[in-house]
């Protein structure tokens, strides 16, 4: 919604500046009506002289997402200063002229709104001269090579001192592309830079398909998808498959498996065994004989010598 309303200033011909403004995110319709229109010192408690988005977005755009968030005082607000070009700071009398473009975004249709009488009417019909329809990108196929490489030169224009990302590979740009998408533009950016973060650390100057299955593959089965969690579930993938085919018996390289836990538990409560059993539920004996274990193994071998010792 966001890319549509700027697109949409980018093409007007506005010289001013695209803002934007999600009602939603504040706590108080006072509050929102101070980040719009301004406020003078002492309007409301905690109220300091500041100049809203309205004057910032002067002969430009100001696009309000979430439209169905605007409470009824609000509407009759902006609907005096659609008709009037005129409003005024929060706490004032004094009228401001303005040359601002509004652009509403919501994502529920203009009938329900009006129906369930979320929107007043009067407001309603002046935002119906011109309505656009966003298909989801599962709708949109078309849309989603430029999406792609929309959002990977944005993420390259972010990040521009990490290792070079330099695009996708064609398996890894056939998976992202048949997706289905159900969050979006937003999804897929998001889902985009975790790709980035594993090529990055990887140092691959290419997204593969390998990374593309990982994550999804993560996010089906409720895993954690940060690019750190992503490759430790490869890992340990890995790790089960070499163990269980370097044992001939399926129960020794099961009870290998355990161990490894246990020693890793072990290390991350820095040797506390209490600590360590409770984390992966074990039995705080056999966490104590497995510190015991690795103290006397260290004692027998004793600690790697340097070069010329």
Same mark, same amino acid.
């Given at each position: 919604?966001?890319?549509?309303?700027?697109?949409?200033?980018?093409?007007?011909?506005?010289? @001013?500046?695209?803002?934007?403004?999600?009602?939603?995110?504040?706590? +108080?319709?006072?509050l929102?009506?101070?980040?719009?229109? @301004?406020?003078?010192?002492?309007?409301?408690?905690?109220?300091?002289?500041?100049?809203?988005?309205?004057?910032?977005?002067?002969?430009?755009?100001?696009f309000?997402?979430?439209?169905? +968030?605007?409470?009824k005082?609000? %509407?009759?607000?902006l609907?005096?200063?659609?008709?009037?070009?005129t409003?005024?700071?929060?706490?004032?009398?004094e009228?401001i002229?303005?040359?601002?473009?509004?652009?509403?975004?919501?994502?529920?249709?203009?009938?329900?709104?009006?129906e369930?009488?979320?929107?007043?009417?009067?407001?309603?019909?002046?935002l119906e001269r011109?309505?656009?329809?966003?298909?989801?990108?599962?709708?949109?196929?078309?849309?989603?090579?430029?999406?792609?490489?929309?959002?990977?030169?944005?993420?390259?224009? %972010?990040?521009?001192?990490?290792f070079?990302?330099?695009?996708?590979?064609p398996?890894a740009?056939?998976l992202?592309f048949?997706?289905?998408?159900?969050?979006?533009?937003? %999804?897929?950016?998001?889902?985009?830079?975790?790709?980035?973060?594993?090529?990055?650390?990887?140092? +691959?100057?290419?997204?593969?398909?390998?990374?593309?299955?990982?994550?999804?593959?993560s996010?089906?089965?409720?895993l954690?998808?940060?690019p750190?969690?992503?490759?430790?579930q490869?890992s340990?993938t890995?790790?089960?498959?070499a163990?269980?085919?370097?044992?001939t018996?399926?129960?020794?390289?099961?009870?290998?498996l355990l161990?490894?836990?246990?020693?890793?538990?072990?290390?991350s409560?820095?040797?506390?065994?209490?600590k360590?059993a409770?984390?992966?539920?074990?039995?705080?004996?056999?966490?104590?004989?497995?510190a015991?274990?690795?103290?006397?193994?260290?004692?027998?071998f004793?600690p790697?010598?340097s070069?010329?010792?």
């Amino acid at each position: 919604k966001t890319n549509l309303a700027f697109a949409l200033h980018a093409l007007s011909g506005r010289k @001013g500046k695209f803002v934007s403004i999600t009602p939603r995110d504040f706590s +108080s319709s006072e509050l929102v009506q101070a980040e719009l229109f @301004g406020a003078v010192e002492g309007a409301y408690t905690g109220a300091v002289e500041k100049w809203g988005l309205v004057k910032s977005a002067e002969k430009g755009t100001l696009f309000i997402d979430e439209l169905q +968030s605007i409470d009824k005082d609000l %509407q009759g607000k902006l609907i005096t200063f659609i008709e009037n070009k005129t409003y005024r700071r929060v706490g004032s009398a004094e009228s401001i002229s303005a040359d601002v473009r509004f652009v509403f975004a919501s994502n529920r249709a203009m009938s329900d709104m009006m129906e369930t009488q979320i929107l007043r009417d009067d407001f309603a019909y002046r935002l119906e001269r011109v309505q656009l329809e966003l298909l989801p990108l599962a709708e949109r196929r078309l849309d989603i090579s430029a999406a792609l490489a929309f959002a990977l030169a944005k993420i390259r224009r %972010q990040r521009p001192h990490t290792f070079p990302v330099l695009g996708l590979s064609p398996d890894a740009y056939r998976l992202l592309f048949s997706h289905r998408w159900p969050g979006n533009l937003r %999804q897929l950016e998001n889902s985009l830079a975790q790709l980035c973060e594993l090529a990055d650390m990887q140092q +691959s100057p290419l997204i593969n398909e390998n990374y593309v299955n990982q994550l999804f593959e993560s996010k089906l089965r409720g895993l954690g998808t940060t690019p750190q969690e992503i490759i430790c579930q490869a890992s340990l993938t890995l790790a089960k498959e070499a163990i269980v085919r370097s044992f001939t018996s399926l129960s020794r390289g099961c009870e290998r498996l355990l161990e490894l836990g246990r020693e890793v538990a072990l290390e991350s409560c820095g040797g506390d065994t209490a600590k360590a059993a409770q984390l992966i539920n074990e039995d705080s004996q056999v966490m104590r004989l497995l510190a015991e274990t690795s103290v006397a193994r260290r004692q027998t071998f004793g600690p790697p010598q340097s070069k010329g010792s």
